[in-house]
């Protein structure tokens, strides 16, 4: 069974740390552009961070200002996005994806998990 699942989502207070982290199962996330996206409700989903299958070359959503860090671990056949200096403007759930027809991050990707929620609060 192809899918992807999400962990590592979770409350912290503003300034904190979190790991997300994203498990393919049924295929393998090479040569795949993978990305973590987020959505908080009654608005749109939004890119946060993009690594693509050509030459691994990483994009962020403006708002992430060099505070989030997107990685792949090819052995383990995870992907991972590292958050630092956590706002509560950043409390959504996020999801992770996986596209094997594109080298960019779009609301069309392949497949996609069923998110973990984060929440940013003091």
């Known amino acids: 069974q192809v899918q992807l699942v999400e962990s590592g989502g979770g409350s912290v207070q503003p300034g904190g740390f979190l790991r997300l982290s994203c498990a393919a199962s049924?295929?393998?996330?090479?040569?795949?552009?993978l990305g973590w996206f987020r959505q908080v409700p009654g608005k749109e989903r939004e890119e946060v961070a993009c690594?693509?299958?050509?030459?691994?070359?990483?994009t962020y959503g403006d708002f992430v200002k060099g505070r989030f860090f997107i990685s792949r671990d090819g052995a383990k056949n995870t992907f991972d996005l590292q958050m630092t200096s956590l706002k509560p403007e950043d409390t959504a759930v996020y999801y992770c994806a996986a596209s094997g027809s594109s080298f960019n991050c779009d609301s069309n990707m392949d497949y996609w998990g069923k998110g973990t929620p984060v929440t940013v609060s003091s």
């Open positions: 690594i693509s299958s050509s030459m691994g070359r990483t």
């Open positions: 049924g295929f393998s996330l090479a040569y795949h552009t």
